[in-house]
């Protein structure tokens, strides 16, 4: 398959600056390279991993800037 350009190491700081409103998900985008559909795509993973390690969920709103 095709290599994969974002890592979930890759996505910890941008999903922090995500949440706390910092930046906006085409911002995201810019700085992974990737789609705003791959953005969502591994904040949306990132989400799910979280909430495996830690038993808990947090919210995430994906609101379209």
Do not use: C
Not at 10 to 23: A, D, M, N
Request: charged fraction near 35%.
């Amino acid at each position: 398959g095709r290599p994969r350009r974002t890592t979930p190491a890759g996505v910890v700081r941008p999903r922090k600056l995500f949440e706390t409103g910092e930046i906006n998900s085409r911002e995201i985008a810019a700085m992974l390279k990737v789609s705003r559909a791959t953005t969502f795509r591994e904040l949306k993973k990132a989400r799910e991993r979280e909430t495996l390690l830690n038993g808990h969920e947090w919210q995430l709103s994906f609101s379209k800037n």
